[in-house]
């Protein structure tokens, strides 16, 4: 009933936290569903920061998730009251005391705490918000306070402009009020006051302990800063307890959006941010191509985010756009030389590299490269141990933890770094356990590693668009694929056309090809007739044809096509 994204309607799963307001017997209970994946984790720290308690759910026909145990300890770690509810006991492959035995060995739930229900057919629903009156803490709120709200979530509506969420910890905020924000120092006019339940329903006025939705006169999607703190505009500033700003996470994974025809630049950075609004874990910056235009490299939590998001962007802003394949930041440090430093690197001692073109022109300066690393936490049959072990080894992880839930299920933990898992690495798990698998992983930090830049030449000249950073191991096997693709893609030229894949600024090869040039046959307009002078003529034809391919190579006009680069390019 809350998702109400096509998306997560296709999907089948929760990608965007929602609010909802409801009665209970005399009291007023405001619910947030919100997602379980680690890509949308920022989603559930902003809700918590909004609530006094959690429902934890778990499917009794699967038990305990990977992600179950991580939102369990974001709320534990927050200090919020937690109730654990089993869902879905009506299902014939239900195994409650299965799933009691595993929630009693990993949150130390005894069994009597733990309620028991069925959503699709009603069974204990009373129990479970009856267990939210009297389990969780109420409010801590003061009606007779001025003003102080706190935005937790926002979203853009194409005639009405921002729309923020909000939770009202003293006063109250009516229509017609005028606020002032703390962080930005903006004062705006309530224009509508309104609560979820589930679907929009305008009030005259929000009091401390609720929560619902405002329109303001915000006109910028930039002005509905998820985390700021509201308040009375006649209030004094120094007399307000701010709120603390929620910060997302570091992004994991980068992709460049191109709109497929240049005209559309203007309409894509509007839509983007716009769509930013409604999902602030996102980090947009400008991007350019020589083949693409002008686009944006966009910055997510991982895959599945990415996902998320670029189809959100076709289906609610008709985007036709060209992604590219997601990379990874790496990070350079620099030899401890403070000349070096300040010249080359503008005063960095760490640099950031995105893609091929901030790979350091003067490799010696470097000390040692670091690449991302993820925790990865999988639930998982123990049947599958053997392979699982395996496939991570390969990718270069490290198991740090390896535990049975019981019988026949076992909880796992690597340490793997994020290049070796953000193509295939889910699908190739999945496969090996026939889908009977659950993972979540989170940011771990950068560790030392081995890296190298694939560069590719056309021609002798460098193309930064094809050209890659990544582990020294991925190298030979993404050269090969990259010329082979490039082969593929560029047509016959009027002269040779040679793609080389080399090792950073170097000129031996990892792999090359040639692609030979087309053919004129001038003896064609000549009709045959190479007497009286037709055979001079020829020659000098062909002459004037090799100078001017040479002077076209010179100039290095190759032409590749834009399909050429979206193939490419793209992500697999």
């Not at 022109?361 to 999988?378: G, M, N, V």
């Not at 009977?436 to 590693?449: L, P, S």
């Not at 037709?534 to 002459?543: A, I, M, Q, T, V």
Request: aromatic residues 10%; proline residues 4%; charged residues 25%.
């Amino acid at each position: 009933m809350l998702d109400k994204l096509q998306v997560e309607r296709e999907r089948g799963i929760t990608v965007k936290a929602q609010s909802c307001t409801m009665v209970h017997k005399d009291y007023m209970l405001n619910l947030i569903d919100t997602p379980g994946h680690a890509d949308f984790s920022f989603e559930v720290s902003r809700s918590l920061a909004a609530t006094n308690g959690i429902l934890l759910l778990v499917a009794a026909n699967q038990g305990v998730e990977a992600q179950t145990v991580a939102n369990f300890w974001l709320a534990f770690e927050a200090g919020l009251t937690i109730i654990p509810v089993i869902n879905k006991i009506d299902l014939k492959s239900a195994n409650v005391p299965r799933v009691i035995s595993q929630m009693q060995n990993l949150f130390d739930f005894s069994p009597s705490e733990i309620l028991y229900i069925s959503a699709k057919n009603g069974t204990g629903i009373g129990n479970v918000l009856d267990a939210i009156v009297e389990r969780l803490p109420p409010p801590k709120v003061e009606l007779h306070l001025p003003l102080r709200a706190h935005i937790f979530d926002s979203w853009y509506e194409t005639h009405r402009g921002p729309m923020v969420s909000v939770a009202i910890y003293d006063g109250a905020i009516l229509r017609g009020q005028r606020i002032r924000t703390y962080h930005t120092d903006c004062v705006y006019e309530v224009l509508v006051v309104g609560i979820m339940s589930p679907n929009m329903h305008e009030v005259e006025c929000l009091y401390a302990g609720q929560v619902g939705y405002l329109l303001t006169t915000m006109k910028s999607v930039k002005d509905a800063v998820v985390g700021e703190t509201l308040y009375d505009v006649n209030s004094e500033r120094s007399m307000v307890q701010p709120i603390p700003l929620l910060t997302p996470s570091a992004p994991c994974i980068y992709a460049s959006i191109y709109p497929t025809d240049v005209r559309e630049y203007s309409a894509l950075r509007v839509a983007l941010y716009k769509l930013a609004l409604n999902d602030s874990s996102v980090q947009i910056q400008h991007d350019s191509s020589i083949a693409l235009g002008s686009g944006f490299k966009i910055g997510f939590s991982g895959l599945l985010h990415m996902e998320v998001f670029c189809a959100r962007l076709e289906q609610e802003y008709d985007a036709n756009v060209t992604i590219t394949a997601p990379s990874v930041e790496y990070r350079a440090v620099i030899k401890n030389n403070s000349t070096i430093i300040k010249k080359r690197y503008n005063g960095q001692h760490v640099i950031r590299l995105l893609d091929a073109s901030d790979f350091p022109a003067y490799p010696s300066d470097i000390d040692h490269f670091l690449e991302p690393i993820i925790k990865l936490t999988l639930f998982l049959s123990s049947a599958y141990c053997e392979y699982i072990e395996r496939l991570c080894v390969d990718a270069r992880g490290e198991q740090v933890e390896s535990n049975g839930l019981d019988i026949d299920y076992t909880m796992q933990q690597w340490r793997l770094p994020f290049a070796e898992v953000r193509i295939d690495f889910f699908e190739r798990l999945k496969r090996i356990t026939s889908g009977y698998v659950t993972y979540n992983y989170q940011w771990d930090g950068f560790q030392q590693a081995k890296i190298e830049l694939l560069m590719i030449y056309i021609n002798d000249l460098p193309v930064y668009e094809f050209s890659e950073i990544m582990p020294a191991n991925q190298v030979k096997a993404r050269a090969k694929e990259i010329v082979k693709k490039l082969r593929e893609e560029i047509p016959r030229q009027q002269y040779e056309v040679r793609i080389k894949a080399t090792l950073g600024q170097t000129k031996k090869a990892l792999a090359q090809t040639v692609i030979l040039p087309i053919k004129k046959d001038f003896t064609g307009r000549l009709k045959g007739n190479l007497g009286g002078g037709g055979w001079e003529r020829f020659c000098k034809k062909l002459s004037d044809q090799k100078k001017g391919k040479e002077r076209m190579k010179q100039l290095g006009q190759v032409q590749i096509p834009k399909e050429a680069f979206i193939n490419v390019l793209r992500r697999s």
